[in-house]
C-alpha cells in the first residue's frame, strides 16, 4: 500500500508539472492577444452556461456526448478501414 501510495504521489506531481507547462506556454502563445471583445465573448458564454437550466444543461451535455460518440465512430471506422487495407496488401 506504501508503494502504491507513492507511485501515485509520483503521478500526481508529474501530472501536476505537466499542466503546469502547458498553462505556460499557453499564456506566452496568447500574450497580448486576448482582445476585449474577445474577453467579452467568453465571458458571456460562462455567463450563459451558469444560468442554464438544469434540462437545458443536461440535453447541452447529452449533445456533447454525442458530438463525441460521433468522433469516436469515426475514428474507429477510418482506423478499421486502415487495417482492412493492411490485411490486403500483406497478402
Sequence with gaps: MKASAKAQHE???ANFAAAKAE???NFE???GRNTYAK???NAKKSWDDANMS??????????DRDRQIAEANARTAAANERYE???QNDK
Excluded: H, M, V, W
Design 85 to 87: 487495407a493492411a490485411k
Design 54 to 63: 438544469p434540462s437545458e444543461r443536461a440535453a447541452k451535455a447529452q449533445a
Design 39 to 41: 474577453a467579452k465573448a
Design 29 to 31: 502563445e496568447n500574450r
Design 11 to 13: 503521478l500526481d506531481k
Design 23 to 25: 498553462s505556460k506556454a
